[in-house]
Every structure is written in structure tokens, then in C-alpha cells.
């Protein structure tokens, strides 16, 4: 795609995960402050205090959490959270649990660390839901952690706190408990999202991991937040140490700014992308059928059969959709289903208004004509 872009080719671009949304004013404001201020050194490597603290008090306001500003390290991003955390968790030869369809870094960084992934596999007819049951099934004494991502990276599942509750009871004890929640912000129709941190009696061995990234659209200035056990975070902050170092000074300043106001950026990010998921959604029913509507996320995980393909390679087609319409979406098979295309919504009206028209010349010319 990048190759085709660099030709000044135009993509319609369906596939990458990241908010065309402007920032506010006020988190680029302190970005200019801090500028201003000469804050360019080195921040601590856990991060800056005061953004730990405000962290800390955004998940315990926002999502019923009980983190203290120890429980808390700022990371250069949330993918870098994970990174960290099997890190500091994993030995090799340890299994590592991950529900399918799963975001498609989670077993590269486990098999990094030279982890046997365990997949836990789930299917559409079931809204891509674990089974509790079956993580007692896939699971042995050498399993060391499970990955649990609500809202859900390419399928757009929401748990609620019931089912999560059930879901937590059944992980053995001796497991971690990984719960990316990243996409927290992005719940739409109301729904009200829980954290596994929420569940106090699992704090001992839980790992929460967020991102200004998806919540503020704080996307390439990558910062993320790690919270759980002192003891853990402190050898998270060793091994960044000796990694990363730390997250720009600059974007911690910004990502301050968002935390301590997050409320409203929360909620003007999520009302723009349910209005892009809406019009989105309603533009693909009149070009195909009707389809249900993702809970949270940025995402449609949607089959080959929904483009009349059925029985194809999704790779395949997601080659040909590019090269011949110049459409870009992401093949199910990256994310451990193939059969299924991963097609984002998150960008402006405008553009998916167009992105919807290039669809039309493939399945339903007619349309073009009206």
C-alpha cells in the first residue's frame, strides 16, 4: 500500500486502526508548553510522577480500579506495555494463552520470549465470545499467563461484567492475567465497559494495560500506562530501562493534559467514531446485506461469504481489492481466522463516504449512476 501510495496512487484506506480525528486543542497546547518550558531531559523511567498519579486516578474514576501511583508505570506506548509485561513474565518454555481472532502482535511477542502459544479459538456464530469452560480445558501447569483484550481488536466484542466475572473465575491461580483494554474509550449505544481491574480479588496477578492512543488520538506520539503489582511495575521500569528508557517528556506532557480531563476527550472520541461507525455500517447495507453492529473498537470483522466470496483466500483478496480498486483492508488470516477481512471505520465521513463509492464499482455499479 505504502509502495502505491509513494506513487501518488490514492488508497482508500480501510486497514490501519488509527483515528483521522483532530487533536484537541488543549493536549497540543501543552505539547507547545512544555516546549516552552525546556522539558526535553530525561523523565524518570517509570514516567513523570504527576502523570502516574492522574493515571492511576483516571482508571479508579473511570473503571472502578484501585491503582496508587506505584501500581503505575507510563510506557512508549501500549503495544510496548505488552511487550513489557510478558517480558517480565515469561520463561522460556512457559505457555501463554490468546483467544482467536486475536491482535496480530500478542504471539510474535510471547514466541519472542520463547513461549508456546496456546490458541483459544472462538467463532462468529458464538460474537467471537470465550467459553469459560474452555479455558480450564486449554490450559496445563506450564501456562503461565492469558491475554485477554476487551473491547476486542479485530472483532469489536465487548464483555459485559458478568460474563467477564465468570471468564476471571475460571483462569487457574497460577496464571496472570494480561487485559489489554485499550480500546475502553471506544464502547458505543450506551454500553458500559468493564475492567478486569474492577474484579479486586485478581489484583495480585493482573496486569491492565491502556493507551492515550485510542482514547485521546494520541496515536504516533505513543504513550501507554502499565498498571498492576508494585513489585511487577518495578521490573517493568527495569527493563525499560534498558530498552526504551522511557516515553518522550513532551508526549507525557500531552498525555497529562488528556488524563486529567479524559471524561470529555473520552467522550468526544467515542460520539465521532459511533457517528463514522454508523454512517459506515448503513453505506455497506445498501451495497451488500445488513450486518450486526460492532459493540466497541474501530473495527468490522466481517466473512468472505459478506462479499460474495466464499471459499476464497483472504490474503487473495485482499491483494486483489487493493491492486485492482485500491482498496486496503487486512486479511482474517493475520489475525488467526482465516475466511474473514478486518475493515476499519475510523476514518473521516468524507473519506469513507469515497471508500464506499469504490466498493460500489465492484458489487453494485448501478449505485455510481445515482
Not at 510522577?49 to 506505584?70: G, P, Q, V
Not at 461484567?161 to 492475567?177: A, D, N, T, V
Not at 460474495?308 to 485500491?326: A, R
Request: charged letters at 25%; hydrophobic letters at 35%; one cysteine or more.
Amino acid at each position: 500500500m505504502k509502495d502505491m501510495q509513494s506513487l501518488g496512487i490514492k488508497i482508500h484506506n480501510l486497514g490501519v486502526g488509527e483515528p483521522n480525528i483532530e487533536l484537541e486543542y488543549q493536549i497540543k497546547k501543552s505539547a507547545h508548553k512544555s516546549i516552552d518550558n525546556n522539558k526535553n531531559s530525561y523523565p524518570p523511567v517509570p514516567g513523570f510522577k504527576e502523570l502516574r498519579d492522574e493515571a492511576s486516578k483516571w482508571m479508579n474514576r473511570s473503571y472502578k480500579t484501585d491503582f496508587k501511583t506505584e501500581n503505575t508505570i507510563v510506557v512508549p506506548g501500549g503495544k510496548f506495555g505488552v511487550f513489557l509485561s510478558l517480558g517480565a513474565l515469561i520463561n522460556h518454555g512457559d505457555e501463554v494463552v490468546i483467544i482467536s481472532p486475536y491482535w496480530v502482535s500478542y504471539p510474535q511477542i510471547a514466541e519472542f520470549f520463547g513461549a508456546k502459544v496456546r490458541i483459544l479459538k472462538t467463532n462468529e456464530k458464538n460474537g467471537w465470545k470465550i467459553a469459560p469452560k474452555d479455558i480450564q480445558k486449554i490450559c496445563t501447569q506450564k501456562t503461565k499467563a492469558i491475554i485477554i483484550n476487551n473491547a476486542c481488536n479485530p472483532t469489536g466484542t465487548l464483555y459485559d461484567k458478568r460474563e467477564l466475572k465468570e471468564i476471571l473465575s475460571k483462569i487457574p491461580k497460577h496464571m496472570w492475567i494480561i487485559s489489554d483494554e485499550v480500546y475502553s474509550g471506544l464502547t458505543y449505544d450506551g454500553k458500559k465497559y468493564t475492567s478486569c481491574g474492577e474484579f479486586k480479588e485478581y489484583k495480585k496477578r493482573l496486569l491492565i494495560i491502556q493507551s492515550c492512543s485510542k482514547n485521546f488520538g494520541m496515536i504516533g506520539l505513543r504513550v501507554g500506562f502499565v498498571f498492576g503489582p508494585k513489585n511487577i511495575i518495578k521490573i517493568l521500569a527495569k527493563l525499560q530501562s534498558q530498552s526504551a528508557t522511557c516515553a518522550s517528556s513532551v508526549s507525557q506532557c500531552m498525555a497529562l493534559e488528556a488524563v486529567k480531563n479524559a471524561g470529555i476527550y473520552q467522550r468526544k472520541m467515542r460520539d465521532e467514531m459511533q457517528k463514522r461507525r454508523d454512517f459506515f455500517v448503513t453505506g455497506l447495507e445498501e451495497i451488500f446485506s445488513r450486518l450486526k453492529m460492532p459493540s466497541s473498537a474501530l473495527y468490522l470483522f466481517l466473512p468472505l461469504k459478506y462479499f460474495d466470496q466464499k471459499g476464497k483466500n483472504d490474503i487473495l483478496f485482499c491483494k486483489q481489492m487493493l491492486q485492482k480498486y485500491k482498496i486496503a483492508m487486512l486479511p482474517g488470516t493475520a489475525f488467526g481466522c482465516k475466511g474473514f477481512v478486518r475493515i476499519a471505520f475510523c476514518e473521516t465521513q468524507k473519506n469513507l463516504k469515497a471508500s464506499l463509492k469504490q466498493l460500489s464499482l465492484k458489487y453494485k455499479p448501478s449505485i455510481m449512476r445515482s
